[in-house]
């Protein structure tokens, strides 16, 4: 038996928001921030991610060489600054020209 | 340390360590020191105070927003946590299902080589020799698919093209089964049939067989005594059990499957094999002083053993035809083609 309507909504939505969240991160690495700023900067901006989800991320954004990242201490904590690298930077422009052609697409489908 | 009294700052501290001790060793230490950084931050400025001053319930409630340490761990390590994943899935399912079926084969020869050797006595001990020898072909031959697959698994999927399933033929693809509209009635009723059949054939068998009447006299050609002595009644038994599967998995497919067919194969291949045997056992047993006394004329049974004989070898033969006919158009077609002519036997 499958969850009730709104359960399915939500489950749905977020597999779909789950494919955005690669490119709103790196959207908003435009200019260095550390997780807890990124994480507020999204949310801020309609895109709440939670910690779990985008912490890890990053990492793996890095591990990608798509993000490079340094310690600094910064009113008087130790935080890790994310940035794009070249390689992120190229990603971003293509991910944006893919989104830019999907939401045509589907603005078309869904009108 | 009761949890009731653990601090704000405790609860930080175990979490990171439930984090990072899940973690590969050369991640460990980085994503301490970073998930440490942030939940702070997060948890003060969401609590507008000091760590040190915010009450525990508060810090768990975001912790618990967060997920479990094993869920972190999970999203933050660079393998995936499974055993075998979605790249070598199928092929270990299918390596799983022929394991089974080989264990299946392999307890019912070994049960019936120790029951020509003399090593098993009995219905019961045969099924319970049967059951102990399948369990431990099925341990043994699974966990070792298991570690291999496991193995491969660690060894990287993507490095063993043969198995992966980004790379495969489309020509290669097996044909679409046409559905052969079965009869549910008709497989259910052979399935209660098989049912009472195995009940009666273990537990009266006495009421199992034929009274022939010859010269006034009843002749019981298939006592209780007989089946025993003549029949190789661990295998009739295991084909019965083999025919209820099959006829239950057609029920619960509600269709043919080439699957299916091949099952029927192997049991048609299993009949020719007990008839084999009684045949082996009725040929001399027709010619014995007793079988004739028995019969009370020497002349009928001269001629109820040729017919015995007869009807025997007509009955091998028939259902080898049958076998070798159901393999030919398997080859044929694919298994694809219904034929109802297959739901007779079994």
């Not at chain 1, 990242?69 to 190229?90: A, F, H, I, M, N």
């Not at chain 2, 975001?62 to 479990?68: P, Q, T, W, Y």
């Not at chain 2, 020869?109 to 029951?115: E, R, T």
């Not at chain 2, 299993?270 to 028995?294: E, S």
Request: hydrophobic share 45%; net charge neutral; with cysteine.
């Amino acid at each position: 038996m499958s969850g009730t309507q709104s359960e399915l909504t939500e489950s749905l939505g977020l597999e779909l928001r789950r494919g955005v969240v690669v490119l709103a991160a790196l959207s908003q690495l435009r200019e260095e921030q550390y997780g807890y700023s990124l994480k507020k900067s999204l949310a801020e901006r309609g895109m709440p991610i939670d910690e779990g989800t985008l912490y890890p991320l990053l990492r793996r954004l890095e591990t990608q060489e798509l993000l490079q990242s340094d310690w600094r201490v910064d009113s008087g904590r130790p935080r890790r600054y994310y940035s794009l690298t070249t390689k992120g930077k190229q990603m971003l422009e293509e991910l944006s020209e893919e989104w830019n052609r999907l939401a045509l697409v589907m603005g078309d489908l869904l009108s | 340390m009761n949890s009731a009294t653990l601090s704000s700052e405790e609860l930080v501290r175990r979490y990171v360590f439930a984090v990072s001790r899940r973690l590969p060793a050369n991640l460990r230490e980085d994503v301490a020191k970073e998930l440490d950084s942030l939940l702070r931050e997060t948890i003060e400025e969401q609590s507008r105070g000091d760590i040190g001053a915010i009450d525990p319930q508060t810090t768990a409630g975001i912790l618990k927003s967060m997920g479990s340490p094993d869920v972190v761990a999970a999203r933050y390590s660079p393998k995936p946590n499974y055993l075998i994943g979605p790249e070598l899935y199928p092929a270990f399912m299918r390596t799983l299902r022929l394991v089974l079926m080989a264990s299946g084969a392999f307890a019912a020869l070994v049960v019936v080589m120790l029951s020509f050797s003399g090593s098993i006595t009995g219905l019961w001990g045969g099924a319970l020799k049967f059951g102990e020898v399948l369990i431990d072909c099925i341990y043994s031959f699974a966990a070792v698919a298991v570690l291999v697959f496991a193995l491969l698994e660690r060894l990287g999927a993507d490095k063993i093209p043969e198995l992966s399933a980004s790379e495969w033929d489309p020509f290669r693809l097996p044909p679409v089964e046409t559905e052969a509209p079965i009869s549910s009635f008709g497989v259910s009723l052979r399935i209660y049939a098989i049912a009472v059949l195995l009940i009666w054939f273990n537990f009266f068998p006495q009421w199992f067989g034929m009274i022939l009447g010859v010269s006034g006299r009843g002749l019981r050609f298939l006592s209780a005594a007989e089946l025993g002595l003549v029949l190789p009644v661990v295998l009739i038994n295991c084909w019965w059990v083999a025919a209820l599967v099959k006829n239950i998995l057609l029920l619960r497919k509600g269709r043919m499957t080439a699957g299916i067919r091949w099952f029927e194969v192997g049991l048609g291949l299993g009949a020719v094999l007990i008839f084999g045997l009684i045949l082996r056992d009725l040929w001399t047993v027709v010619d014995t002083p007793a079988f004739r006394q028995t019969v009370g004329n020497p002349d009928l049974a001269g001629l109820l053993g040729h017919v015995l004989r007869a009807v025997n070898v007509g009955i091998i033969l028939t259902i080898l035809g049958q076998a070798l006919l159901k393999v030919y158009r398997l080859r044929q077609n694919g298994g694809t083609q219904g034929h109802h002519s297959s739901l007779q036997n079994g």
